[in-house]
């Protein structure tokens, strides 16, 4: 080990940065961060410096360093563009016995700054003693994803009942083993959750009782994105990784299915037009019944599951059964789609609203308002549209839109295979017929699709 790893309280501390640049301020900002009083000493300050000067965050010294400087210092952070300079700090510092940390100079240093995952109170430093910066960030930004953000939340709830645990147990062992039965349970679950009052509630309850609550079954509804799997957000990879069944839909994408856990049992649930592999009522008596046996189940559907997704109908159940659940939005069809389409949903140029309408209504039929969604200024976005799409095209010029409107199709959007077919409402049924279009495709209408051909920038595989 060529670092003892330390954490230093700087509260109040008065610190030292010898430099004005980028990265001098960006060691500014971790130490004011940290509570500490810093100095700034350098002839000229960058742009976030002077900003930070001109509020009063930090002292500035306007000249070039002098070895007086270091009289009241309790860290010294050497970030100039002088290696000589950075030399003669780094050594008066070490005779001073005061830690000092040479930017780029591991060789020059007493101390290193690593990188960090911030969940106040929790901290964790991520280090490679110098040898390579990059991979430290590379290694945090790996672990970014699997520790929740709540963690911090997590950390200053349990210390409000030490004292009272402590009490509750006569041993250091029994002690440990009821904080990770409270770490790796129902508390932790339900604050990551966002349940802040309810989790302080059962940690109460197991506290009073001198016994961590049961394991219980819960529910995660967890939106997958339109596809690519990198869109996926922190906290749907981690509950992919955590739950013991998966049941997902059609439009959940193999690339997506890929990062659930390997050993998880997983259950198609999968939905086309009239055609379903298991009822929608079944589906939602198979969560409950999960659930009810103690399991972690991962309800995966594609996009987000409150926007055509049925989410709310089967949180509703959850809700009459008194199951656990949790929900985590995933990026709707209609923002992924338009977005790997170069088609902005709004424009100033072209748009003020935009509209997210479902293709066919629940007993099949077309009946939808049309007077508010045939207006001009407007893009409109239809889901699971494509066996209707010429009643579509003719319901909106009929309702005032003109046939030449520009239409776009995003056929299987975000992915490797995703194709974009232009046309207008004159034309947009031909070019189903024409191109063989499949689902899932999402149809666009409105002036914004005339910007495709300038904004487009996704290239699947074999499109050149």
């Known amino acids: 080990m060529d670092f003892l790893p330390i954490f230093m309280n700087v509260k109040g501390e008065d610190c030292m940065v010898i430099g004005g640049g980028n990265i001098a301020s960006r060691k500014v900002f971790m130490l004011l961060r940290a509570g500490a009083t810093v100095t700034v000493v350098s002839p000229e300050l960058c742009q976030e410096l002077t900003v930070r000067k001109e509020s009063n965050e930090i002292v500035h010294i306007s000249r070039k360093f002098e070895d007086q400087d270091l009289n009241s210092s309790k860290i010294v952070i050497a970030a100039t563009n002088d290696k000589a300079v950075n030399s003669h700090i780094s050594a008066l510092s070490k005779l001073r016995g005061i830690p000092v940390n040479v930017v780029d100079a591991p060789e020059l240093c007493s101390f290193i700054v690593p990188s960090i995952i911030d969940r106040n109170p929790v901290q964790i430093a991520i280090s490679t003693g110098g040898a390579s910066p990059v991979l430290a960030r590379l290694l945090r930004s790996r672990l970014e994803t699997f520790i929740p953000a709540a963690y911090g939340r997590l950390a200053k709830l349990v210390e409000s009942y030490r004292e009272k645990v402590k009490s509750k147990f006569s041993s250091s062992a029994e002690i440990r083993t009821f ?106 008596a198979l969560l409950v019944r999960l659930a009810q046996e103690g399991k972690k189940v991962l309800r995966l559907k594609g996009g987000d599951p409150f926007i055509f997704g049925r989410g709310g109908e089967e949180i509703e159940t959850l809700t009459e059964e008194n199951i656990n659940f949790q929900v985590v939005p995933g990026i709707t069809a209609a923002a992924g789609c338009s977005s790997y389409a170069g088609i902005p949903l709004t424009h100033r140029d072209y748009v003020q609203s935009c509209m997210f309408v479902t293709g066919h209504l629940k007993d099949g039929t077309t009946d939808l308002n049309w007077n508010a969604i ?5 893009t409109v976005v239809f889901y699971m549209g494509l066996q209707t799409v010429k009643e579509l095209c003719k319901e909106l010029i009929t309702h005032g839109l003109s046939a030449t409107t520009p239409a776009a ?28 279009v499949t689902a899932p495709t999402l149809i666009i209408v409105g002036e914004v699709v005339a910007l495709h051909d300038k904004l487009s920038w996704f290239e699947p595989e074999g499109t050149n």
């Open 179 to 284: 904080w990770e039965q409270i770490l790796e349970g129902p508390v932790a679950d339900t604050l990551i959750a966002g349940k802040d009052s309810a989790a302080r509630e059962l940690l109460e309850t197991a506290v009073e009782n001198a016994a961590a609550p049961a394991e219980r079954g819960e529910v995660y509804l967890v939106g997958a994105g339109p596809g690519d799997p990198d869109l996926l957000t922190f906290r749907a990879l981690r509950l992919m990784q955590q739950a013991d069944v998966v049941v997902y839909d059609r439009l959940v994408s193999k690339g997506v299915m890929d990062l659930v856990r390997r050993d998880a049992e997983c259950i198609y649930a999968g939905k086309e037009r009239n055609k379903h592999a298991i009822p929608q009522e079944n589906i939602n």
């Open 409 to 436: 199709l995003v056929e299987k959007g975000t992915t490797q295979e995703q194709k974009v077919h232009i046309g207008d409402l004159n034309t947009l049924h031909e070019i189903v017929e024409k191109n063989n």
């Open 374 to 378: 045939a207006q001009p200024n407007q």
